[in-house]
């Protein structure tokens, strides 16, 4: 597919506003774009701008079986509300069929979460955008969220599909995505304001308590009190995953 200058565009890109940036990437792409969706905080504002520009495109969520049944709500919430496109990519296993190849739950171990992030998140979203000749993915991810996301690009390669990674609101607060939601009554996720400001699968989330960061919460149970452990999964090549 044709290269972009990621430099030359990504400065124009950083004079728009976040729904020029969506209507930029639908137009240059197509329906080679789509939206992967988390459903939470920072996917309702994107896929709440796609309502707004009547964008038909796909929006993809993967569903890896250990979802709150709340996230599964919201999904179908925005497809009746806002008549979105969502479509669930499933993993290839089921939980207790990769449980029975790999003899374990494999999201209980250091070693074994990496494998099941790969399997039950990474791999169905890859194989979409191989298959379906996707070549643009929208996503919400914020330099305010520190690590790799810090210096990200508005538009980034992502080799994983030979395509593109763009986020509209890289340069976004948490204040401003608040102030969006709130402005434009946006669906969110219900469990953000019983303590979870950031939801993965069951298994592997917990609420944050007073004073922790945002993302304490994920895969709490491979790290002792204090120590570093997994904050990311690898859906995003941004976040070094190298699937
Ligand atoms: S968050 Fe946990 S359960 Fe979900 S895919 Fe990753 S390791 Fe598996």
């Known amino acids: 597919m044709k290269r972009f200058n990621l430099e030359a565009i990504n400065r124009t890109l950083a004079e728009k506003n976040a729904v020029e940036r969506v209507a930029y990437g639908l137009e240059r792409f197509g329906q080679g774009a789509v939206l992967l969706s988390s459903m939470q905080k920072t996917a309702s504002v994107i896929m709440h701008i796609f309502h707004r520009l009547g964008a038909d495109n796909d929006i993809v969520f993967v569903d890896t079986g250990f979802h709150f049944h709340e996230t599964l709500s919201l999904r179908d919430s925005f497809m009746r509300k806002y008549k979105l496109n969502i479509m669930t990519l499933y993993p290839k296993l089921t939980p207790e069929q990769q449980e029975a190849e790999y003899n374990c739950k494999l999201y209980k171990t250091e070693k074994g979460q990496p494998v099941c992030c790969a399997q039950r998140k990474g791999k169905p979203f890859i194989d979409y955008m191989i298959q379906q000749g996707k070549q643009l993915a929208f996503g919400g991810l914020r330099k305010s969220e520190g690590e790799a996301r810090a210096n990200l690009g508005i538009l980034s390669e992502d080799p994983r599909f030979n395509g593109y990674r763009i986020n509209p609101i890289l340069d976004w607060t948490d204040e401003m995505v608040d102030a969006y939601l709130l402005e434009h009554e946006v669906l969110t996720h219900t469990m953000h304001s019983k303590g979870y400001p950031s939801v993965g699968c069951q298994c592997c989330t917990t ?15 491979l790290r002792e009190e204090g120590e570093e452990g997994p904050v990311y999964c690898a859906m995003n090549y941004s976040d070094g995953s190298g699937i």
């Open 207 to 221: 609420p944050v308590k007073a004073g922790e960061d945002v993302r304490a919460g994920r895969w709490r149970h």
